[in-house]
């Protein structure tokens, strides 16, 4: 059984992540399919719209903890092959058909989608908070969403589809049954504009979002680095043996005291 399926829709392409038994997750055989298939896409001549999704309950779980506790390094192995969705390279309009869960590395790739709709029984979470040093600071500022609503989700509170489409991050919500048809609906309408009006509006519109400035990502990586590296690695274990996690905070409690600040990091 391959991990990730694609089917052809004439110019449309279906990329589907396919271990329904993990939700998903993102092992390092996954990651290295689906930049397999984003190359493929993007290289195409004759494929000129994607649709994102999953197989089963889960969209994406994230990142496979088991893996990365085997393998005794945080965030997974990524792959030796580029991957142009998620390095920003790539050209083309994608649709995300959010079937369920979208969590941690699973919410990001809804994220670098150009247009979403999800099921009403999905559920959001950014889940940086929860396994890193840091929470997901820039999904909120990135999404253009208002401070306090930017704050839940860096802290890794859980998401309905139905507050994700009110507060505008979501563009459709529909039934199951309609997931897929809605989206190649979405799909066929990008085919009726002219091909240099779809590319170059994507394009623009991609670089008119907010971003983290250079200020701001040397902030974030200080704070990365700003605790006891060991919660990173006990944070997995408590997930995968289901229990609660035991934290250390800081190898020296004073450093708790003794946050990095802009003028610190410049």
């Known amino acids: 059984m391959a991990v990730v399926e694609t089917e052809r829709h004439g110019q449309v392409l279906v990329v589907r992540m396919n271990r329904p038994e993990r939700l998903n997750a993102l092992s390092h055989e996954m990651r290295t399919e689906l930049a397999k298939a984003w190359t493929e896409f993007r290289h195409s001549k004759q494929l000129e719209v994607a649709i994102f999704t999953g197989t089963g309950r889960g969209f994406c779980a994230g990142e496979d903890m088991k893996e990365s506790l085997q393998k005794g390094v945080a965030g997974g192995q990524r792959p030796a ?73 860096a802290l890794g509170f859980r998401f309905t589809a139905q507050r994700f489409y009110e507060v505008g991050f979501l563009n459709r919500l529909v039934e199951a049954d309609q997931l897929m048809p809605e989206a190649l609906k979405m799909a066929e309408h990008l085919l009726t504009l002219p091909p240099a009006s779809r590319v170059n509006t994507v394009h623009m519109m991609r670089q008119m979002r907010p971003a983290p400035g250079p200020d701001m990502q040397r902030l974030a990586e200080a704070l990365h680095e700003h605790g006891a590296k060991s919660d990173l690695m006990e944070s997995r274990a408590a997930f995968a043996e289901k229990r609660k996690p035991n934290f250390k905070g800081w190898d020296d409690p004073e450093d708790r005291y003794r946050l990095p600040t802009l003028d610190s990091v410049k």
């Open 81 to 153: 092959l580029e991957d142009p969705f998620m390095a920003g390279t790539l050209e083309k309009p994608v649709i995300a058909a959010v079937n369920g869960f979208a969590m941690g590395g699973g919410f990001m790739l809804v994220e670098r989608t150009d247009l979403r709709l999800a099921v009403r029984e999905a559920v959001f979470e950014v889940s940086e908070a929860k396994r890193w040093l840091l929470g997901g600071y820039n999904h909120g500022h990135v999404a253009n969403l208002p401070y306090p609503i930017a704050m839940e989700m």
